[in-house]
């Protein structure tokens, strides 16, 4: 079963740092870009950051942006998520999501077909 | 905030058929993709691209795209999908994602 398993989560002071593992299975890892999703309590789902297969490519959204790092170990089929100087606002479920990118004729598609369970992050003193 | 706006509670009758509805300026250029998430649980993909289910959908789930405006119709809501329904899309600078701000759907 294709699977995406989180972990890392914790409780860390503001200011703090943390360090996410997304390990995933059943699947050649080293083919898809990834992402990484949070979603605060009570919250909607944010997009966090996003990685391409060979690493060439990283984008993050503002929130994060000079504080987080995404990263990938292709040969060990893991994602990370290297959270620096963490607010409480970072406090969030965080998600690792497979990306597809498909063409089909001359549409283009892209989604995230595969999520893990998720791993909590709470960030308070 | 978010650049994609969905509507926050939507309700639909047992057996009826709801449409959600998702809009932003970027959805003129990307297919939306929808996710269904439940209390508790991870999101699951349920449509992607023109009108696409990933297997294991059921087909009473549909999407369609007009101008700014992205769609999921239930054709007859089961209790079962009684969930918050997110949309997301590429941003308008192609190297970003945004989703919409949810729609608890609650299936009376």
């Known amino acids: 079963e294709v699977q995406l398993v989180e972990s890392g989560g914790g409780l860390v002071q503001p200011g703090g740092s943390l360090r996410l593992s997304c390990a995933a299975s059943e699947f050649t890892f080293s083919d898809y870009s990834m992402n990484w999703v949070r979603q605060a309590p009570g919250k909607g789902l944010e997009w966090v950051s996003y990685i391409s297969s060979s690493s060439s490519a990283m ?25 620096n100087s963490l607010r409480d606002e970072d406090t969030a479920v965080y998600y690792c999501a497979r990306v597809m990118v498909e063409w089909f004729l001359s549409e283009y598609y892209y989604y995230m077909d595969v999520w893990g369970k998720g791993t909590t992050v709470t960030v308070s003193s | 905030s978010s650049d994609l706006t969905q509507d926050p509670a939507v309700s639909v009758a047992l057996g ?3 449409r959600i509805t998702c809009q932003g300026g970027s959805l003129r250029n990307y297919y939306a993709s ?7 649980q991870a999101p699951i993909l349920v449509i992607y691209g023109k009108n696409n289910r990933p297997s294991g959908i059921p087909d009473r789930f549909s999407g369609s795209s007009s101008g700014n405006t992205a769609s999921l119709t239930i054709t007859g809501a089961q209790a079962e999908d009684e ?3 997110y949309c997301n899309s590429r941003d308008s600078s ?7 701000g949810g729609t608890k759907l609650t299936v009376l």
């Open chain 2, 16 to 18: 009826q058929t709801v």
């Open chain 2, 34 to 40: 929808w996710y269904q998430q439940k209390p508790g």
């Open chain 1, 59 to 83: 984008y993050y959204s503002d929130s994060v942006k000079g504080r987080f790092t995404i990263s990938r170990d292709n040969a060990k089929n893991s994602l990370f998520l290297q959270m």
């Open chain 2, 83 to 85: 969930a918050d329904y």
């Open chain 2, 94 to 100: 192609g190297n970003h994602l945004t989703f919409g």
